[in-house]
């Protein structure tokens, strides 16, 4: 048989073709988005003609008001729920890792991971009619507060991940051997375990944002009036006739998230 | 004095359970080299951990200075542990890793701050104070975790294995280190290791220790010369077993009768065996051979002769089957006389060969 | 030598300590637990409840109890005589729904193993790099992805004003709002999903095995289809599972590119508690979603329980 002497020079992790379709999904998942900013800075306000170079559409999108409003109201609503939900995260990963299962353990574990699993269209919609009950049965109603404590619950399962992986690759004879060294458990945890459990808990802050900020179905269906948020505000702006203003607002959010994305990604590499 | 009564260990329950401890007791003296010796799994770690305080003992008392501490949590207990694999703080310095200690206990800044100088000086790392532990090497940071351990002058210091990471001749000097730093602070140490040749050279006193339970407690010297049973013989360097019965008793000795008909005066240790069998422990150098045969207590052909450098090890076949092993040193004039496939006698001096217990 | 043999206060103490640590250790968990339990779980309830009550005029519902909603799902009931007749309208937005699904992951599957294969071959430099790459779009807007998609392909958009510009077309092909908008967004949005567990799940791969496959004359298809796949069953299912399920509940995908006439099963759930102002139908909807979860569910428990583990 020919083949031996051939064989041992190939990759024998090759596989014709894969590189291709790599390349071809990368395309794909990149295409669509690269469009998208690369019109936003078109200056003619076609938009199937790349004219020249402009920030005027960026311009416009920072200068208009209700735009604002939207950013802020984005930004109190994910700010908070990153806050909460990360304080949340962090207690429960605490209590759920690293010592032998206590009972309910992983009744516990689930009901934290729940979110994930729910659709996303049926938890709206579950939390609408949570709240209109609240408001109309006990008089109740936290206004933008609602937003918030909605998108607390599905952002603590993803603050937990990447907090409970980090306490679980830590070195347990650390806290020993603080220990040893006259600490009590609080001092153990003050001194050692949450200085070495910081990168793990900004990277699972960063998703928990992410999460936040990004979210759509959640919102659109709880909002009430006045707290339109970013992706709400995009939404409403594709009923009008489509500017490339849109294209501008649509390519900040994308920054946005991709710049957690690298933070998130860079605080992981330098625990390295 | 560190005393430890009694003590057991079982982990688990029912048919499941698992006995690490047995019948541990033993008295450890103030700044005494005290070294627990013994195979992975003896139960060794199990029991410096439980004089850390990070392992309970299912029963029995272990009392410090006559204060009973094992009911308390280790940040309670006066006792600090050098760890394994160290276990250095990765987000400190090494001046900080040292200082943390002292800082948990309460000291005012002056005190750390002079006490980590005398620390640093100590273990000779004064220039690398500042640096994080992950930028120093193995045998720099296990000088940074013994530093840590003794800055807050604990009455007891317990070393888990600490050389067993380290290449042959850092070892070597980590030994005579650790040596010259329990005599300068005066600190009781408690060693665990299972090299034996470790144990040997830096011990005040060892505990051979097996599958749970305690074989002998001595000094090197006695545990080597005197070894109290099969195991602690075999444990210890190395040793030749000879199958032997006892004609007469005399005063800590007895004349036994070896199999090739030949008799020997052997030592016996306090506690004389009733048996008549017994096994005798003889160490390669307390041996020798002369070429040819009738000359000695046994009769053999030579089956090897290895060059070790500092000695050489001869290996003999006694006729009858058992292997022995003769060692001597190799001095300048030595001169090859002994070959392969030699005829060769076995010459045991009196009051070499021991009985053992057993 | 004194030797007492005094057992009590030691352990005692030790487990009186240990019995503290647990229960630190559930109060630490508890505040998580209340939160997503009261609006997280109690929020689910509250809708199964509302899909056995009646819709009030103006949305919301009201007593009685019953079971119309989950009657209306395939049957309407004649004003006047009340017969009831079998409307296969919301039916087959579920199938619809399930077909989008389905050929959703087998399309992803079909693109993603290679590129999950490619990438776990890579030397680790470069792997992160590409993992990276793909982690991207992964945690990207959804809603501004998909409305890049969508003024790509709808008729004053860049790909109808491509062709046309170049001659190849004379109008626009109408691409918003088929069916082949809808799946494209779904490919689109979640193929991420598919590649990283899939790589995951073959970076842990064995090469040796694939060594030894060749080394038994196996071709390159073998060797894929005989060893590789098998072993990289659990990210297969897992990367399945989380294509499948997010794209059968998906909304904002079918809400942008479907326009209302290719619903699925999310718009019109929202659409019940919308405009369609009937409470009791969308929570019926929405627990017949959610049981069609649990039985994928289901099935990939059944699948990789009774796996071998590969040491």
């Known amino acids: 048989m020919a083949e031996p002497a051939q064989r041992w020079a190939i990759d024998l992790k090759h596989q014709p073709g894969f590189k291709g379709v790599a390349i071809f999904c990368l395309v794909i998942l990149y295409a669509p988005i690269a469009v998208l900013a690369l019109f936003s800075f078109n200056s003619s306000d076609l938009l199937t003609q790349l004219d020249g170079l402009s920030l005027r559409w960026y311009g416009q999108a920072l200068w208009n008001g209700d735009f604002y409003d939207a950013a802020a109201n984005t930004m109190i609503i994910s700010i908070s729920a990153t806050i909460t939900s990360t304080m949340l995260a962090t207690a429960a990963a605490l209590g759920t890792t690293r010592s032998k299962p206590w009972r309910g353990q992983t009744a516990a574990f689930m009901v934290i991971n729940l979110p994930l699993m729910v659709p996303e269209i049926i938890t709206a919609v579950a939390t609408l009619a949570f709240f209109s009950l609240l408001a ?137 | 004095m560190l005393e430890i009564g009694n003590v057991e260990k079982v982990f688990g329950q029912g048919t499941g359970a698992f006995r690490a401890l047995t019948e541990i007791s033993l008295e450890i003296r103030t700044n ?109 940071q296990q000088r940074v975790a013994l530093a840590r351990a003794l800055a807050p002058r604990p009455k007891v210091l317990l070393l888990d294995e600490p050389l067993s990471a380290l290449d042959l001749k850092l070892r070597k000097e980590m030994q005579i280190e ?152 190799n001095r300048r004039d030595s001169v090859e006389e002994l070959a392969p496939g030699m005829r060769a006698s076995l010459v045991i001096p009196d009051g070499l060969a021991q009985i053992l217990r057993d | 030598m004194a030797v007492i043999l005094d057992p009590a206060p030691a352990l005692q103490a030790a487990s009186l300590r240990e019995r503290l640590a647990v229960r630190v250790k559930r109060l630490l968990t508890l505040p998580a637990l209340l939160v997503i339990g009261i609006f997280g779980i109690l929020p689910l309830l509250i809708i199964v409840v509302y899909s056995f009550l009646t819709a009030a005029p103006y949305g919301g519902v009201t007593l009685p109890f019953s079971t119309d ?3 209306s799902f395939l049957f309407q009931q004649d004003i006047f005589d009340g ?19 389905v050929a959703t992951t087998f399309i992803c599957l079909l693109l993603g193993f290679p590129t999950a294969y490619f990438m776990a071959t890579r030397p680790p430099s470069q792997r992160s790099l590409w993992v990276l790459l793909i982690t991207i779009p992964f ?47 779904l490919l689109y949005s979640f193929l991420p999903f598919m590649v990283l567990p899939l790589f995951s799940s073959l970076e842990k791969l064995d090469f040796r095995l694939v060594e030894a496959g060749y080394d038994l004359y196996a071709t390159r298809w073998q060797v894929l289809r005989r060893i590789v796949i098998p072993l990289a069953k659990p990210g297969i299912v897992a990367g399945s599972l989380l294509v499948f399920i997010p794209a059968l509940g998906a909304y904002v995908t079918p809400l942008i590119l479907g326009g209302g006439i290719h619903m699925m099963i999310g718009d019109l759930i929202a659409q019940q508690f919308g405009s369609s102002r009937d409470w009791p139908l969308g929570a019926a909807q929405a627990l017949i979603l959610m049981a069609g979860v649990i039985v994928a569910l289901f099935f990939y428990v059944r699948n990789t329980a009774g796996k071998v583990q590969h040491g």
């Not at chain 2, 003992?57 to 309670?76: N, R």
Request: a neutral charge; proline letters at 5%; one cysteine or more.
């Open chain 2, 32 to 140: 005494e080299f005290f070294t627990l010796l013994g195979p992975s799994g003896c139960g060794k770690t199990t029991l410096l951990r439980m004089i850390a305080g990070f392992e309970h003992p299912t029963s029995g008392m272990i009392k410090l200075d006559g204060e009973d501490i094992a009911a308390k949590p280790p940040f309670q207990r006066p006792v600090n542990t050098v760890f394994q694999n160290y276990a250095l703080f990765p987000h400190m310095s090494v001046a900080g890793n040292i200082a943390f200690g002292l800082e948990m206990l309460g000291r005012p800044k002056g005190e750390v701050a002079a006490t980590v100088g005398d620390m640093l000086r100590l273990v000779r790392m004064e220039e690398l104070k500042d640096r994080k532990t992950s930028q120093i090497s193995g045998g720099q």
């Open chain 3, 83 to 101: 017969t009831l007749t079998f409307v296969p309208d919301y039916l087959l937005i579920f199938l619809r729904s399930f077909i989008y699904a």
């Open chain 3, 139 to 185: 945690w990207s807007n959804l809603l501004v992805r998909t409305i890049a998609i969508m003024l790509i392909i709808r008729d004053q958009g860049l790909l109808n004003g491509l062709l046309i510009k170049l001659g190849l077309l004379h109008r626009p092909i109408v691409m918003l709002y088929t069916d082949f908008a809808v799946v494209l967004g």
């Open chain 1, 136 to 272: 109309s049965l006990l008089r109740i109603d936290f206004g933008i507060g609602n937003l918030i404590l909605a998108h607390t619950v599905f952002c603590v399962p993803f603050a937990y991940m990447p907090i409970r992986a980090r306490l679980e690759d830590m070195d347990v004879t650390l806290e020993n051997a603080a220990a040893d060294l006259y600490a009590t458990p609080w001092n153990a945890f003050k001194r050692v375990t949450l200085p070495l459990l910081l990168p793990g808990i900004s990277a699972g802050a960063a998703l928990a944002f992410i999460v936040s900020f990004d979210d759509f179905t959640i919102t659109q269906l709880v909002a009430g009036p006045g707290q339109t948020t970013l992706p709400l505000y995009i939404w409403s702006q594709i009923r009008r006739p489509i500017t490339p203003e849109l294209n501008a607002m649509c390519s900040i959010l994308l920054a946005v998230s991709i710049l957690f994305v690298l933070a998130s990604y860079l605080i992981a590499r330098k625990r390295r």
């Open chain 3, 69 to 71: 909603a989950y009657v």
């Open chain 2, 178 to 329: 650790l040596k010259r730093l329990q005599h300068e602070t005066g600190i009781t140490f408690v060693f665990v290791t299972h090299d034996q040749e470790e144990a040997l050279t830096m011990s005040d006193r060892i505990a051979v220790m097996s599958a749970g339970h305690i074989l002998q407690v001595g000094t090197p010297r006695q545990i080597y010369d005197h070894p109290a049973n099969r195991f602690v013989a075999n444990f210890i360097g190395d040793t030749n077993f000879l199958e032997g019965r006892i004609v007469s008793r005399g005063a800590g000795g007895a004349r036994v009768e070896l199999a090739s008909k030949a008799m020997i005066e052997a030592s016996l240790p306090d506690g004389a065996t009733t048996a008549d069998a017994v096994t005798l422990v003889v160490r390669p150098e307390h041996a020798w051979l002369v070429p040819g045969a009738g000359q000695g207590v046994l009769d053999g052909v030579i089956d090897n002769v290895v060059y070790l450098g500092t000695d050489t090890h001869v290996h003999l076949n006694v006729d009858g089957g058992a292997a022995f092993i003769v060692r001597r040193q």
